[in-house]
């Protein structure tokens, strides 16, 4: 799992039927201290995330079917969380 | 999932029956901006995808073979959509 | 399997239902020497890790399943021990 | 999927029976373009791929082992295709 | 698959149970023509490989898994080979 920001979302009118109803978001990977790390990833919102919003992502498959409850769906990376706090120690 | 735009495709004679009828393209992954960010992949086409067009790739085995029905394609990424727009926030 | 350590916490409030006990820690990734990689990761605890401690990460789906005995935890990362020592040859 | 060339061959003595009867080829990855993109992966061979050809790479477990025709095969990457022919787009 | 070198061993006291009986190695991943590449994992022992022998690495958890001939082991890399010798093209 790793720690994004909601930087935008895709829209597409052909596409696999599966992304029919989903909303595609795309996030920017951070760094545990908040910061961007320069990479990014298409991710399946599940918890309403908005714009400019820390978030947790779970990058696997398997994973990402267990939360959209459907064992069938074609989706890697789903949205789980939205953080509220983050505590990282002074290094 | 990651965002890609088409650049070729390969051909080949000698090689895994699975293969046989599929459109085998070379896929330049993309920043969220649309820029190339210097990597590429080979993904089975299942969406029509035209050269130079911008697409949603699935990068996951057993997404893959969900996309394509077939339980026992040996295929690891799939294109599953072509991007009409994506919005990015300003950071 | 990666050698990690104990960088920090992330706490939700709005998440999939999944995370509500669990602990999330942040974790560094380290060089086999136990210095700081530059990467991180996001992983459940299962052994009680405490801050600033030199930990075994599990990083890949079924394996940090079947640690935490549930089939159907959307998980992908754990930490499955605290290191006493490691032994690095000369090179 | 990757676009690799044969550069060698691994041979082992001491090793899990499974590999006993397969050619472990190592495998140079390239750009798009045919150029070595400075990685490599060991991958078992299914076509007779020879030194210095361009090949495809399936670099994934489950489906590895899917071409090999044994679920229990304890191989990650295969090669799949010897490439005859590839098309880049002018970028 | 890729090619390591044995460089040390790690010791855990407080870990998974399911830990206790393994040897987990420290592995240097090496480029094809032996040299230190910079990376590094931790695999588990299956072939009584000793410090600074090159060896296989098999990198995916299901695979690790049959070769541990134990479908709950939360293992994702094993050490399934010494390599005696290996030819490198000249390129």
Redesign the interface.
């Known amino acids: 799992?790793?720690?994004g920001r909601?930087?935008?979302?895709?829209?597409?009118?052909?596409?696999?039927q599966?992304?029919d109803a989903r909303t595609?978001l795309?996030i920017?990977r951070l760094?545990?201290e908040g910061e961007?790390s320069g990479g990014?990833?298409?991710?399946v919102d599940?918890?309403?995330a908005g714009?400019?919003e820390t978030v947790?992502i779970?990058?696997?498959?398997?994973?990402?079917r267990?939360?959209l409850a459907d064992a069938?769906?074609?989706?890697?990376?789903?949205v789980?969380?939205?953080?509220?706090?983050?505590?990282?120690?002074a290094?």
Chains 1, 2, 3, 4, 5 share one sequence.
């Open positions: 799992m790793i720690i909601v930087a935008g979302q895709i829209f597409m009118t052909i596409n696999h599966a992304y595609l795309i920017d760094t545990p961007p990014y990833l298409i991710a599940t918890v309403g714009a400019g947790l779970l990058d696997e498959g398997n994973s990402a267990q939360v069938n769906a074609p989706v890697r990376a789903v789980v969380g939205i953080i509220d706090d983050l505590t990282v120690l290094s």
